[in-house]
């Protein structure tokens, strides 16, 4: 898989919403119209909202539109587009998310790799510019010729609920 085609997989997140959005008069940069900021409003992890971890200002949900099963996004809760705005705090506990989320995702799939990766800005393939967010999601060897030679044949991922189950009951303490 050449590194195109993967921020290519990466740009689809929310491709739905974002379009919708935009026939809808636009896409806004307010916190009012941040699909993140509604799942950062959206409670404690649960299979509806897909969050998988929440902590004080950071939080961690699956990629609606995964790339592979277990792909997840790790965010901060505030509504906050660039890596400088971020505080001490918020930059810290993002990073122990991703490493959490790293070593949920080896626990629950044991995949040969990991991607791990942020899009800034539009022209870099960032859907939601607007609201930082990770990608981490797991890779196998040979995965891109595997689902080139099946192209064919209807690959059904796993649901987005069994993706919960998994990596909550893998998540780290
Ligand atoms: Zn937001």
Redesign the pocket.
């Known amino acids: 898989m050449s590194l195109e085609h993967l921020w290519a997989g990466w740009r689809r997140e929310y491709i739905v919403e974002a379009t919708a959005q935009e026939r809808s008069g636009g896409i806004s940069h307010d916190?009012a119209d941040?699909?993140?900021?509604r799942l950062?409003a959206s409670g404690l992890p649960s299979e509806d909202n897909l969050v998988v971890w929440r902590g004080e200002t950071a939080f961690v949900v699956l990629n609606a539109y995964p790339y592979a099963s277990g792909h997840v996004l790790v965010l901060p809760l505030?509504?906050?587009g660039a890596l400088a705005d971020l505080t001490t705090d918020e930059s810290t506990e993002w990073w122990a998310a991703m490493q959490a989320a790293v070593a949920a995702i080896e626990a629950a799939y044991e995949p040969d790799g990991l991607n791990m990766g942020a899009n800034l800005g539009r022209a870099a393939g960032a859907g939601?510019p607007?609201?930082l967010h990770l990608h981490v999601l797991p890779r196998w060897s040979g995965d891109t010729n595997f689902m080139t030679s099946v192209a064919e044949t209807r690959v059904m991922p796993e649901t987005l609920q069994l993706s919960w189950k998994r990596l909550t009951d893998a998540w780290p303490e």
């Open positions: 916190e941040c699909v993140f900021c950062a505030r509504h906050v939601i607007a609201h």
